[in-house]
């Protein structure tokens, strides 16, 4: 196995863009590894994909829908999930066409050069690292929904967090795969029972609108859980990476924007339909209580896979820059693992220092989704089109020629743009507000 194969070839890069140099993938020729991460197959990345964003992203829905009302929610959860499959596919096509990107790093590097590297690399981290705080909070909640509050919560906090940690400690994904499927079934088994038990319990006299008016403020702090809710796409390179046949990864994504954008449009509206403008955000704390432990006891699989999944990433976007084109990557090597799982322990501890420590860390996540999941999810695939349309073809000529391409790019940048400053502008202000009306918590709290 050669590991200058599987180098980031950053001279490559830059010197011959007009005709891209043959470069092999992230991993190389791995026929002699004792570490093997190209095994996953389409189905398995389309789980992992599921798993990811179907979690918290589900249960925040009805309450943006009790905002602005089922049509506008509808019309707008169906268009991110087109729009949402659409630069999924830029994103597919720019791995392709340069097998040597493992994360949004490799990808800024192509893009904007070290800045770029810099800024995504570590965009990336903290996102998941803020990700895998939420998942750690919603397993908290879960687990004190359990436990009628008996136990405080920061401990609640500390054991689902050990549980993350031992949980993102495999170095492939592949020797996990199976986690996806069980977190996938578990997740909408919690969806079903949800509906079952507001269906059962519907809130009397409860206000249902088909739309509501609202001021910019209350509808774009609304629609951040539907635009979030499809905030994947920053994993996409890493889980395409560990891929038997990357050129698959297409089927994964219709997969994942399919059946998420139905099942999130459905859950919506029967939990709005059945529990009004009053449900709360996660919807499941709106349930009666048996209802709510019953749900939370089921969806805790999810959160605690999905927080695992996002602490992985963080660590092995790190672990990659650190060892890439060493044995360390394909072989058991005592300094291989000691980083590896150090790296794995770090992300989880910040992660969990933050959701303990900081009263605003569900505002300050909100921030974070604005500034990097805006990008990742939506305005960078637009830069992936124009860069290859531009160096591997004829230039400016080829941005003229393929027009619609063009336009269609430039639209999909100014989206981000436009969802990463409103997005930032109602976080921040939630913040001031939160602080104006008391509303702030102390930190390390029972």
């Not at 194969?5 to 026929?31: I, M």
């Not at 399919?258 to 709005?272: L, M, Q």
């Amino acid at each position: 196995m050669s590991d200058k194969a599987s180098t980031f070839d950053e001279k490559a890069v830059h010197s011959s863009r007009s005709v891209k140099p043959e470069v092999q993938d992230v991993f190389g020729d791995e026929d002699d590894a004792a570490i093997k991460y190209k095994t996953m197959t389409w189905q398995f990345v389309a789980l992992f994909m599921i798993a990811e964003i179907v979690s918290n992203g589900m249960l925040s829905l009805p309450s943006a829908m009790a905002v602005v009302g089922i049509v506008p929610s509808i019309i707008l959860t169906a268009f991110l999930g087109i729009f949402g499959l659409f630069t999924a596919k830029l994103l597919i096509d720019f791995k392709l066409n340069h097998p040597e990107v493992h994360n949004m790093g490799d990808a800024g590097y192509i893009l904007f050069g070290p800045v770029g590297r810099e800024l995504l690399s570590w965009g990336t981290i903290i996102f998941a690292i803020f990700g895998t705080g939420s998942e750690l909070l919603s397993g908290q909640q879960a687990l004190s929904t359990l436990s009628n509050n008996g136990l405080c919560a920061v401990d609640l906090l500390l054991i689902f967090s050990a549980a993350t940690f031992l949980l993102s400690l495999p170095r492939a994904l592949g020797q996990i795969s199976w986690l996806g499927l069980f977190s996938v079934i578990m997740i909408f088994i919690c969806g079903l029972l949800a509906m079952i038990g507001a269906g059962a319990n519907p809130t009397p006299d409860r206000v249902v609108v088909a739309a509501a008016s609202s001021t910019f403020y209350e509808a774009f702090l609304a629609i951040t859980g539907p635009v979030f809710a499809f905030a994947g796409h920053f994993m996409f390179f890493i889980l395409i990476s560990e891929m038997k046949e990357p050129r698959d990864a297409m089927k994964a994504a219709w997969a994942l924007q399919g059946s998420s954008t139905i099942y999130y449009i459905i859950f919506s509206v029967v939990i709005y339909v059945y529990l009004g403008s009053a449900v709360q955000s996660p919807a499941l704390l709106s349930l009666p209580p048996v209802w709510a432990k019953i749900t939370f006891a089921i969806g805790m699989v999810n959160f605690l896979i999905a927080g695992a999944l996002y602490a992985h990433t963080a660590a092995k976007i790190l672990f990659m820059r650190i060892f890439r084109g060493t044995p360390h990557i394909h072989s058991h090597t005592i300094l291989g693992w000691a980083v590896w799982a150090t790296l794995c322990f770090a992300a989880v501890a910040v992660a969990f220092v933050l959701a303990a420590a900081v009263p605003i860390f569900s505002d300050l996540t909100g921030i974070a989704a604005s500034l990097f999941a805006a990008w990742f999810t939506y305005g960078i695939a637009g830069f992936f089109w124009l860069h290859d349309a531009y160096y591997l073809g004829d230039r400016m000529r080829e941005l003229k020629r393929r027009r619609i391409g063009t336009i269609l790019a430039l639209l999909t940048i100014l989206a981000g743009t436009f969802i990463c400053i409103a997005g930032t502008y109602v976080s921040i202000k939630l913040i001031v507000d939160a602080y104006k009306t008391g509303a702030v918590g102390k930190p390390f709290t029972c």
